[in-house]
């Protein structure tokens, strides 16, 4: 009873930030993602009956403590659902650094759910479901199982919120090149973060304008409207930033060499590239452009002050075992 699965990282471009649940990790407001290509997860799942306990073997390294606890606790959720009462062995590997603004938790925990499920021969679980069931590992994951272009809605139940494909990977050639300044593990993980999000002041006002971006930006990506869509994905990614800056205690992911980065991307859009900005809970900037400007775009940043290295990602696939 073995599967593996691959399943891509995602970056957003409505974010998710803060739960109106924490436990069902039911999302504050629907947010809106792109599948990275190539950066991805590939893990092996093998239920035996053998086993006392789960093992986690993570980038080649046994784990005990944190990361098999959380692993664990959604293999329960796994377990749970199919009335599986094995242990399992566990191997996972990123093809990307952890911890810097390259969600790994997105693509880890949506390879998790697909080689479970497929380990344990489930084919009646349908996309959708697994959806939600990744969504209980890591929010963001529920939108790295669909194809291309997804979108995760936000829901009071846990069966309502479930991410699926609005577009696939070739309805538009967008790249997302990745400036990473820096590669160190964050120190205030997504997991610690959004339980400070209502901290802010702010955070009601983000949430309440979300539904609106979200459908400005769905609606600017299927016109491949670049314009539309660099705004109000800037708008949305300094949004969250400002809650983060606002909560109690603070929280500051920015670092200099980021604001270099966003500042130049401003300048070359006004001087006609068609790019523009997100950052998630890291200081890396995600430069979302057109094919067409990608080797401008990561020529440029790699003469910027503080750019230590720069990766491309197209438009990428949904999971798949
Ligand atoms: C800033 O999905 O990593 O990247 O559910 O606690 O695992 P957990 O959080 P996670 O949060 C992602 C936050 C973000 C924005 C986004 O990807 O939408």
């Not at 529920?142 to 990977?169: C, K, L, M, N, Q």
């Not at 109690?248 to 006609?272: E, I, K, N």
Request: proline share 3%.
């Amino acid at each position: 009873m073995h599967a593996t699965a691959y399943a891509n990282s995602n970056i957003a471009f409505i974010k998710y930030w803060g739960n109106r649940d924490e436990t069902l990790r039911l999302p504050s407001n629907s947010s809106l993602s792109m599948n990275l290509n190539g950066v991805f997860t590939r893990t092996t799942v093998h239920w035996d009956d053998t086993l006392k306990q789960d093992h986690l073997i993570l980038n080649g390294q046994d784990q005990t403590g944190e990361p098999l606890m959380r692993v664990s606790q959604h293999l329960d959720a796994i377990r749970k659902r199919l009335n599986l009462t094995s242990y399992a062995q566990v191997d996972s590997e990123n093809n990307f650094p952890m911890g810097a603004g390259i969600a790994s938790s997105a693509s880890s925990f949506a390879a998790l759910t697909v080689a479970g499920f497929t380990a344990a021969g489930a084919s009646e679980v349908s996309e959708r479901e697994m959806t939600t069931i990744a969504r209980l590992g890591s929010g963001s994951a529920s939108r790295s199982i669909p194809t291309g272009f997804v979108e995760w809605h936000a829901a009071d139940r846990h069966e309502d919120s479930y991410a699926e494909s609005i577009a696939t990977p070739d309805h538009w050639d967008l790249v997302d090149v990745i400036a990473i300044v820096s590669s160190a593990h964050k120190e205030v993980g997504s997991k610690q973060g959004h339980p400070s999000a209502n901290t802010s002041d702010l955070q009601s006002a983000r949430v309440a304008g979300a539904d609106d971006r979200l459908q400005i930006c769905k609606t600017a990506i299927l016109d491949h409207d670049f314009d539309t869509f660099a705004e109000v994905v800037e708008r949305d990614s300094n949004l969250m930033h400002a809650v983060m800056m606002t909560s109690r205690p603070a929280l500051f992911y920015w670092q200099p060499a980021s604001l270099t980065v966003m500042s130049a991307v401003r300048r070359w859009r006004a001087d006609g590239l068609q790019v523009c900005y997100t950052l998630d809970a890291g200081p890396n900037v995600h430069c979302l452009c057109t094919a067409r400007d990608a080797e401008t775009i990561q020529r440029e940043l790699s003469t910027l002050d503080g750019v230590k290295d720069v990766r491309f990602a197209a438009v990428g696939a949904g999971a798949r075992s």
